[in-house]
């Protein structure tokens, strides 16, 4: 089977730094991706991890290890509008694009 | 605003009806995937198109087909439908069909199954 796990939830306040962890299990591996959504919004994408090490846009980071099957989004500089669910997700293959999302992680920002 | 459009945003039907979800990819954009996000289930890659071919199928029901048309607009048919089949459908698309491309959501149709 394929499956992602994630901390349902974490709670930061404003100016903080947190970290959104994700390991896998899959059958294939070709990269990992965050994504963000809004409650009653679509997802939209955060940062694509192909290779290990850490890959930073902006006030966000993400962290892959393919040995440990593992990585992390690092958000810094919280903001209220961080508030959201984030969720990682697998290409399980790269001929097509098989793609898993884990669970999802709450992130709620308080002042 | 992603550039993805899906018709209609909201759509309530009975037990056992059949829907057509539409969706028009970014300009540009080859690979259509499709989605289907409920609170127990979460997330669910459902299929994907690229340039008119069926490329990926994840958790799709058999009550479920897709396709993609020539001018790359795809369609979403669900049939039979069930009480459990209530959920927020997503399609996505992305300039190409790899991992390593960026998938632009659409706002999402929710369905409500009656």
């Known amino acids: 089977g394929q499956s992602l796990e994630q901390p349902s939830e974490v709670t930061a306040v404003e100016g903080a730094i947190v970290q959104i962890n994700c390991t896998y299990q899959t059958s294939g591996f070709y990269g990992l991706s965050w994504y963000q959504q809004h409650d009653g919004g679509a997802p939209t994408f955060l940062s694509y991890n192909g290779l290990d090490g850490l890959e930073e846009t902006g006030r966000f980071s993400s962290f892959l290890s393919r040995s440990d099957s593992y990585g992390y989004l690092l958000l810094q500089e919280l903001q209220m509008k961080d508030s959201a669910s984030y969720f990682c997700?697998?290409?399980?293959?790269?001929?097509?694009?098989?793609?898993?999302f884990g669970p999802g992680t709450r992130l709620s920002v308080l002042p | 605003d992603s550039g993805v459009t899906q018709t209609p945003k909201h759509l309530i039907t009975a037990t056992g009806q059949r829907v057509t979800l539409r969706c028009s990819p970014r300009s540009g954009d080859l690979s259509v995937y499709w989605y289907q996000q409920s609170l127990d289930q979460g997330l669910q890659f459902l299929i994907q198109y690229y340039n008119g071919e069926e490329r990926a199928k994840g958790n799709i029901l058999e009550r479920f087909s897709a396709q993609q048309f020539p001018d790359l607009h795809s369609e979403l048919n669900l049939s039979s439908l069930e009480l459990g089949d209530s959920a927020l459908y997503f399609c996505?698309?992305?300039?190409?069909?790899?991992?390593?491309?960026?998938?632009?959501f659409g706002p999402g149709t929710r369905l409500t199954v009656t």
């Open positions: 997700a697998v290409g399980a293959d790269n001929y097509g694009q098989n793609f898993v």
């Open positions: 996505a698309s992305s300039v190409g069909s790899g991992s390593t491309y960026e998938q632009y």
